[in-house]
T-cell receptor, first 114, second 118 residues
Framework: EDKVVQSPLSLVVHEGDTVTLNCSYEVTNFRSLLWYKQEKKAPTFLFMLTSSGIEKKSGRLSSILDKKELFSILNITATQTGDSAVYLCAGCSVDETSGSRLTFGEGTQLTVNP | GAVVSQHPSWVICKSGTSVKIECRSLDFQATTMFWYRQFPKQSLMLMATSNEGSKATYEQGVEKDKFLINHASLTLSTLTVTSAHPEDSSFYIC??????????????FGPGTRLTVT
C-alpha cells in the first residue's frame, strides 16, 4: 500500500521566519511528487516534481525531490501571515491498467503569527 | 489553466435523504475523475476513480451502493450520497485529469462541496 508521511504535522512561526516542510513517500509506479496549499477550500497546486535534484521555485516557495531517499522538502522563506495554511504532499503513481492515483500525506498545519 | 467546478458548494440535508454532487471540467475533456472525502483536520482520502463510460473503481471500505458515481460524459461526473446520515457529513472534493492537458496525469481539483447531514 502506498504511503506518504509529512512532518511536522503542525508548525507555528513568526512572520519573516523560514520554514522547511518534509515529505517522505513509498509509492509504487512512482511518477511525481506534488505539493498543495489548502486554506478553507480545496487544495491549490504549488509544485509537481518528477526529477531528482532539480529545485522548483515560485516566489518565496521552493521545493526539491530526492528520488534516491524518497523524500521531498518544501521551503518557504520570509513567511507571511498569508502563508498560514495546511500544506499537503501527494505521491502520484501511474499504472498502465488503472491509470494515475494520488496518495496524500496528513498535511502540515502552518501558522504564521505577526 | 484547466478548470474544474463543483456544484453545490455546500448543502445541508436531513438524515435519510439523498444528495447529488456534480463535478464538471470546463475547458478540457476529463477522461478520469476522482472523488475524495476530507474530514475535519484530516487529509484527502480517495473514495473512487471513474473513467468516462465505465463503472467507477471504489477504494477499500467505500460502499459503492451508498456512494453512487456516474461519469457519463467527458465533462461531467456525479456523486450521489444515498440515504445520507450524519457520519457522511464531510468535505467532498473531485478532481479530473484527461485530454489536452500539459501533463496528462495531473489532477485538477474542484472547489469542493461541504455536506452537512442533520
Amino acid at each position: 500500500e502506498d504511503k506518504v508521511v509529512q512532518s511536522p504535522l503542525s508548525l507555528v512561526v513568526h512572520e519573516g521566519d523560514t520554514v522547511t516542510l518534509n515529505c517522505s513517500y513509498e509509492v509504487t509506479n512512482f511518477r511525481s511528487l506534488l505539493w498543495y496549499k489548502q486554506e478553507k477550500k480545496a487544495p491549490t497546486f504549488l509544485f509537481m516534481l518528477t526529477s531528482s535534484g532539480i529545485e522548483k521555485k515560485s516566489g518565496r516557495l521552493s521545493s526539491i525531490l530526492d528520488k534516491k531517499e524518497l523524500f521531498s522538502i518544501l521551503n518557504i522563506t520570509a513567511t507571511q501571515t498569508g502563508d498560514s495554511a495546511v500544506y499537503l504532499c501527494a505521491g502520484c503513481s501511474v499504472d498502465e491498467t488503472s491509470g494515475s492515483r494520488l496518495t496524500f500525506g496528513e498535511g502540515t498545519q502552518l501558522t504564521v503569527n505577526p | 489553466g484547466a478548470v474544474v467546478s463543483q456544484h453545490p458548494s455546500w448543502v445541508i440535508c436531513k438524515s435519510g435523504t439523498s444528495v447529488k454532487i456534480e463535478c464538471r471540467s470546463l475547458d478540457f475533456q476529463a477522461t478520469t475523475m476522482f472523488w475524495y472525502r476530507q474530514f475535519p483536520k484530516q487529509s484527502l482520502m480517495l473514495m473512487a476513480t471513474s473513467n468516462e463510460g465505465s463503472k467507477a473503481t471504489y477504494e477499500q471500505g467505500v460502499e459503492k451502493d451508498k456512494f453512487l458515481i456516474n461519469h457519463a460524459s467527458l465533462t461531467l461526473s456525479t456523486l450521489t450520497v444515498t440515504s445520507a446520515h450524519p457520519e457522511d457529513s464531510s468535505f467532498y472534493i473531485c478532481s479530473a485529469s484527461g485530454l489536452g492537458l500539459a501533463e496528462p496525469y495531473e489532477q485538477y481539483f474542484g472547489p469542493g462541496t461541504r455536506l452537512t447531514v442533520t
